[in-house]
C-alpha cells in the first residue's frame, strides 16, 4: 500500500517539477538574474548571459559569460566564467584537450553540482573517485601549464585552496570563498 502511495505521490508531482523547469526555462528574467547569482556585481553587472541552450539572453561588454543553473539537474549551479574558462569547459564537455594560454577564472557563488574531485567525467560517486556533494561557494582558476599545481594540495577539506581533477588536462584550482547570503 505504502509503495503505491508513494508511486501515485511521484506520479502527481513529476508533471510539476517538469512545469517548474519548463517555466525557468521560458523565464528569461529569471534566467539572468540566476545566472548573474555566480559572481560578484563588479564581473556580473556586464557580463553577457546565456541560456541553457547558449542562446545570448543579455549582451556583455566585460568578456564574461555567466550562466544559470540547469534545473534538470541535481545540484547543478550558475556559473561566470571568462575567455579561458569559457576554453577549458567546452574542452571538457566536448572531451578534447583544451587550449588554455593564459590564467583563467571561474566563478561558482552560489555552490557546486556534485562531481568527483579527481574524475572529470564521472557521474556518480564510487569508492575511488572523492566524490564532493557540493564544493560549497568558489572562485575556480585555470593556467595554461598544469606543472604550476603540483606543489598544491588536492585535498578539498584542507581549509583552503586546491586542485581538482588533478593530472588530467581539465586540472583548475578551486578557491573557497564564504557562503553568500
Known sequence: MLRHLSALVLVLLIPGLVSAQDDFRRDEE????????????SIADDA?????????????????????????????????LDEPWMEL??????????????IGFGYMLQGDFPTSNVDPFAEEPREDNEW????????????????LLESLPTDPGNGGPWVMWRDTPYAHVMIPTPRQP
Open 30 to 41: 529569471a534566467m539572468v538574474r540566476n545566472a548573474l547569482s555566480a559572481a560578484p556585481a
Open 48 to 80: 553577457t548571459v546565456m541560456d541553457l541552450e547558449h542562446n545570448v539572453l543579455r549582451e556583455g561588454t566585460n568578456g564574461w559569460v555567466c550562466m544559470p543553473h540547469n534545473p534538470e539537474l541535481p545540484g547543478n549551479a550558475p556559473m561566470c
Open 89 to 102: 569547459i567546452d574542452a571538457w564537455m566536448n572531451r578534447r584537450e583544451p587550449d588554455v594560454r593564459q
Open 132 to 147: 564532493l556533494g557540493d564544493a560549497g561557494p568558489h572562485v575556480m582558476m585555470v593556467v595554461p601549464d598544469p606543472a
